[in-house]
């Protein structure tokens, strides 16, 4: 299994196998039905609050990453979670709208995957 992370705006490739749409919010710019994936799983995104304190601020990915793993332990998040590593035997691409996919959600959860 192969776990990659691409930007929803990157144009499918044929090894990019199952694709997770991981984002909380449909991606700006992008039709519903233009998007080629196999599914949306919102819930397993960061809390609004997170988010918001992160900011996408370099310096404050490693404690980002420890406060979202927490997040990942609890309720609707941990569930998605769970349905997530359903895809864990195939080739995965998590596809998100952020910018700096290496300091990102989509990087803790490739991480988590790849174990």
């Given amino acids: 299994m192969t776990v990659q992370v691409r930007r929803v705006y990157d144009e499918p490739r044929p090894d ?3 694709r997770v749409l ?8 992008v039709r519903k039905d233009a998007l080629e994936h196999t599914e949306w799983l919102r ?4 809390s609004k ?4 304190w992160f900011g996408h601020r370099p310096e404050r990915f490693a404690e980002f990453r ?4 927490a997040e990942l332990d609890h309720g609707e998040r941990a569930a998605a979670l769970r349905r997530l590593r359903e895809y864990a035997d195939r080739d995965l691409t998590l596809l998100t709208a952020t ?6 959600h989509a990087a803790v959860l490739a991480e ?4």
């Fill in 66 to 69: 420890r406060r979202y793993r």
């Fill in 22 to 29: 991981i984002d909380g919010m449909w991606p700006r710019g």
């Fill in 16 to 18: 990019d196998g199952d």
């Fill in 99 to 104: 910018k700096g996919v290496d300091h990102s």
């Fill in 43 to 46: 819930d397993i995104a960061p």
């Fill in 112 to 115: 988590l995957l790849r174990g």
């Fill in 49 to 52: 609050e997170l988010r918001s």
